[in-house]
């Protein structure tokens, strides 16, 4: 008896842990490590707009580091996740000209529900690291 419980303690400490949230600074690195991947080339490495090919882009890429200076010092979230998926379209923004990153990181594996809690979890550790680079 005594080592099932020992055993069932072990295995809820484990499902706690594969579980739990990952630290702040853990999501933005990860963020950071999905913005160099899928959003430098037209953002850049600063997130100033100034990426390899934002010159052949009409609207040209704006700068994320100023996302929150542009709302009065609030950073939107829930809007800056919307913006990245993409796949919620708001009419009264105009024509999509960035990609559609939440059917992007989708399409990578399979179609079922963990899937759809990855590609959130993504779009999180994006929006962490866009939050942690803000400037005044």
Partial sequence: MKERLISLGAALLALACATAEPAPSQRIAAGR????????ACHGIQAD??????????????????IAARRDGVFPHAAVAAWIDGRDPIASHGTRDMPVWGAAFREE??????????VRGR???LVAY???????
């Fill in 49 to 66: 707009g100034t990426g390899p090919v934002a010159p052949y882009m009409s609207p040209r890429p704006p700068d994320l580091r100023r």
């Fill in 33 to 40: 490590a999905e913005y160099e991947t899928y959003c430098t």
């Fill in 109 to 118: 594996s399979e179609l079922d529900q963990v899937t759809e809690t990855r």
């Fill in 130 to 136: 866009l939050e942690s680079i803000q400037l005044p």
């Fill in 123 to 125: 779009i999180v550790q």
